[in-house]
């Protein structure tokens, strides 16, 4: 019996060097021994136990803590979730939606190991940003009123910036200001004020109209005296033409009583003396 223990551990010696069974004891001492306070290595976590368990991967988050007997159990993220570092989290992080109503839209999707990159949209300006400096809501850009020009125009990142236009000109469409018109130069006068979002009204001069009355009212009397010219002429001839066409007797209708007179100086004319 003491010959076989001794025979044994002469075989252990000569078959594994001492260095391997310390090394053997100092990992099955970790395994055993619950870690305390930061003494996890770099790839691992602590677990709810206070064990420290390998990482799970991208893409993954733990399913299981590790034991005695078995390391971490991991899972991959589904759906709309994402991991982007190894980790000890039991659950994935939700991608980004880009809601077109936040004024952003997806420039590139998201993976199990990424999450979605949003850009904002066109009209519309960054107004809050995540730690990895990606927009999370964005705005319309302002629109300028009538009366006032885009002095400076928005981008993804700032608003538009809006001006007030100057004294003698407008805005109509709060987009530039347009000087108002000079009715001299076109040779006319102002008839109404302009203001910040209307043009001033111009009308025709008065020179221009004393030139027009000078040249309306001689040929309104000159076609006056033409017309009557005419219409004298043309009464004229009617009356000739009345003159000397011969009168046509008239007949006469019904029956009329003659005087006796004048029955016998008819009967004497159709009758002759014999």
């Known amino acids: 019996m003491g010959k076989s223990k001794e025979i044994s551990q002469d075989l252990r010696k000569k078959c594994i060097p001492p260095q391997v069974w310390f090394i053997l004891g100092r ?66 992080f939700p991608c980004s939606p880009c809601d077109p109503g ?28 995540s730690a990895g400096n990606e927009c999370t809501f964005a705005l319309r850009h302002t629109l300028c009123s009538p009366g006032q020009r885009v002095k400076v125009p928005g981008t993804k990142t700032t608003d538009t910036v809006c001006e007030e236009c100057q004294h003698g000109s407008y805005s109509q469409h709060g987009v530039n200001c347009t000087a108002w ?27 221009s109209l004393r030139n027009r009355a000078i040249v309306l009212v001689p040929s309104s009397v000159l076609l006056f005296v033409v017309f009557i010219f005419v219409l004298f002429v043309t009464k004229g001839k009617e009356t000739k033409e009345n ?19 004048a029955v016998e100086e008819l009967h004497s004319e159709t009758i002759p003396q014999l």
């Not at 130069?185 to 979002?197: H, P």
């Open 27 to 92: 990992n099955f001492q970790d395994m055993i021994i619950p870690a305390s306070g930061n003494k996890c290595g770099p790839a691992e976590y602590k677990s709810n136990t206070g064990q420290c368990c390998p990482m799970c991967g991208k893409g993954l988050v733990v399913r299981k803590d590790c034991t005695l007997e078995s390391s971490t159990s991991c899972i991959p993220c589904t759906g709309q979730t994402y991991m982007n570092a190894a980790n000890g989290l039991d659950k994935c």
């Open 102 to 129: 936040q004024g952003l839209y997806i420039l590139m999707a998201c993976t199990t190991t990424s999450n979605s990159i949003c850009h904002v949209l066109n009209g519309y300006y960054c107004t809050s940003s």
């Open 181 to 207: 018109t000079d009715c001299k130069a076109i040779g006319q006068y102002k008839t109404e004020d302009g203001s910040q979002t209307r043009d001033v009204v111009c009308g025709k001069s008065e020179e």
């Open 243 to 261: 003159q000397l066409s011969p009168k046509l007797p008239v007949e006469e209708t019904g029956f009329h009583e003659r005087s006796p007179v």
